[in-house]
């Protein structure tokens, strides 16, 4: 709790500015929300890198009675009947627990073992890369125009991902940038593209270039993200088991949150588990008060409005193309001086709008009032 009033919290920079990009090849608008605000009261967000930030979140796990096994990796479920009593590891050691709760990540092996789950299909998983980009504080503040520690976030939609399911970001570090894509792994499938070689097709995007220039990667890495959404969700209990965070396909791809919504399961898992001990009842029935914490939070009804917007896109094969390419149309013909009336600039987009057909606009960009 209040980790941001924690001078050992390896937080990287608080975020006063979000930026949406919607490119093409060539232009891209951009829509940005800068408010010191942001900072007000409980942070709104902050950049982190999780090497440092893990380690001291597994201290403070520590400093509350968690006892950490670092380097030793869960095997298996032990069972009793139906009930899961524990896990093996691979020391060949049985842990026995009232519950285990399974928040070992995307692939879950925990989870699949439980038999709560089926191995995941590449289309309910993005694969995201990301490149830590070594680069001076004062060049970071003064390239984003930003105060001294304060941070900024870019989201890129459009021709960044080209012509696959999913978008590119760029972060603000301490003194380094992270950049990074993330598209659905079975659209890498079908392009036969790598990630690194997504990655460096968007160094080159002229809405990133200027702002790297001069950077050293000191790190890449590349993962999986559950994309699925609550139609992937496995059940999230069972005698002596529940599961969280992206083991159970948490994260709302819409406004790129996962972290937030595996911290906020876990500490609810936690409150149901003590409730459970209180009783001395571990059953499914008991622990299924979990899902209605879940419920009665912000993280099902988020997933919940989300859950159809990609199909919803996907349904539009060239949506990520063709509404880029119309918002920089239309905001170039805005701001065009070239001797002509407004009125034409204005009947030229008018045109524009109208060979795609109103209609058929509102129809496709509905959906996305879910994600605005
Ligand atoms: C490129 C990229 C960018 C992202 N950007 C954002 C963002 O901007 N904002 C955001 O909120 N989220 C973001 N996410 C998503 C976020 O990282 C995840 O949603 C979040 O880390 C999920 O936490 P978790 O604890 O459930 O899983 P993880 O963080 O994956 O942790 C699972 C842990 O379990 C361990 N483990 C796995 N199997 C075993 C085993 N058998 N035995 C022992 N240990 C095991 C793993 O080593 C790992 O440490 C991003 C993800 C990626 C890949």
């Known amino acids: 709790p209040e980790f941001w009033k924690d001078a050992a919290c390896p937080v990287e920079r608080p975020i006063v500015e979000q930026r949406a990009v919607l490119a093409t090849e060539d232009s891209f608008v951009s829509v940005a929300c800068r408010s010191r605000k942001f900072l007000e009261g409980v942070p709104n967000a902050f950049t982190i890198l999780r090497t440092p930030f893990d380690r001291w979140y597994a201290k403070k796990a520590e400093e509350a009675g968690a006892e950490l096994y670092a380097g030793v990796t869960v095997r298996g479920v032990v069972k009793d009947g139906e009930r899961i009593v524990g896990v ?141 959404g609550l139609h992937s969700m496995p059940p999230l209990a069972r005698d002596g088991f529940l599961v969280a965070g992206d083991a159970a396909q948490m ?31 571990f059953s499914r029935a008991a622990l299924s008060t979990y899902e209605e914490k879940l419920r009665a939070c912000y993280l099902m009804p988020d997933l ?43 009947k030229a987009a008018w045109a524009m709008l109208r060979e795609r057909g109103l209609l058929r606009m509102a129809r496709e960009l509905w959906p996305l009032r879910k994600a605005l």
């Open 251 to 281: 994260v709302n791809a819409a406004f790129r949150e996962g972290s937030n919504l595996a911290m906020t399961a876990g500490r609810l898992a936690g409150e149901t588990v003590a409730e459970a001990k209180a009783k001395n009842d």
């Open 88 to 228: 093996k590891t691979s020391e060949g050691d049985e842990l026995s627990a009232s519950v285990v709760l399974a928040c070992d990540g995307v692939n879950s092996m925990l989870a699949q073992k439980a038999g709560l789950r089926p191995e995941l299909k590449p289309s309910e998983v993005a694969l995201g890369a990301k490149e830590v980009l070594e680069l001076p504080a004062e060049k970071i503040e003064d390239r984003f125009a930003l105060e001294k520690g304060e941070g900024a976030v870019m989201e890129l939609l459009g021709s960044t991902s080209l012509g696959m399911l999913g978008y590119a970001f760029l972060y603000t570090n301490k003194d380094s940038l992270a950049l990074g894509v993330g598209c659905k792994l079975s659209d890498y499938q079908k392009k036969g593209l790598r990630p690194s070689e997504h990655l460096e097709a968007l160094k080159k995007h002229p809405a990133v270039r200027k702002l790297i220039e001069g950077s050293k990667t000191v790190e890449y890495s590349s993962h999986l993200i559950p994309e699925g």
């Open 304 to 346: 919940e409005e989300v859950q159809d917007l990609e199909a919803a896109i996907e349904a539009v094969p060239d949506f990520l193309e063709f509404y880029p390419r119309l918002a920089c149309d239309l905001a170039r013909l805005r701001f065009t001086v070239d001797g002509q009336p407004k009125r034409e600039h204005m």
